[in-house]
């Protein structure tokens, strides 16, 4: 299993970001696809998540209204769409996957076994 993520940069408040994820050795059809991040010196936080259980996304309280996680229009990729950035949105973003969808433990990063490399998101005037 691979996970590819990309599109990070840089993004002034109040600007827009989209990053995807690239899965290969899965089909994402069968498995809940998570972004997660973790901004220097923190931990990294769940910043949301699509369940293939039910359909939904699910997101933090720091990004709901905000970020929107979406299938993406190539096969076997997921997107997160990041509007009306603020500067505390800094951090290398990441993307994870597993068969598994844990409900309300969603955001519990040691729970997922398969993650991408991490892209830098940085939001900044």
């Known amino acids: 299993v691979q996970l590819q993520a990309s599109g990070g940069g840089l993004a002034q408040p109040g600007g827009s970001l989209r990053l995807s994820c690239a899965a290969s050795?899965?089909?994402?059809?069968?498995?809940?696809m998570c972004w997660f991040r973790q901004a220097p010196g923190k931990g990294r936080e769940g910043v949301g998540c699509?369940?293939?259980?039910?359909?939904?996304?699910y997101y933090a309280d720091s990004v709901k209204d905000r970020f929107t996680i979406s299938r993406g229009n190539a096969k076997n990729t997921v997107s997160l769409q990041m509007n009306n950035l603020k500067p505390e949105d800094t951090a290398v973003y990441y993307c994870?996957?597993?068969?598994?969808?844990?409900?309300?433990?969603?955001?519990?990063?040691?729970?997922?076994?398969?993650w991408g490399q991490g892209t830098q998101v940085t939001v900044s005037s």
């Open positions: 050795g899965i089909s994402l059809a069968l498995y809940a």
């Open positions: 699509y369940s293939t259980s039910d359909g939904l996304a």
């Open positions: 994870a996957t597993d068969l598994n969808w844990y409900g309300n433990s969603w955001n519990n990063p040691g729970l997922y076994g398969y």
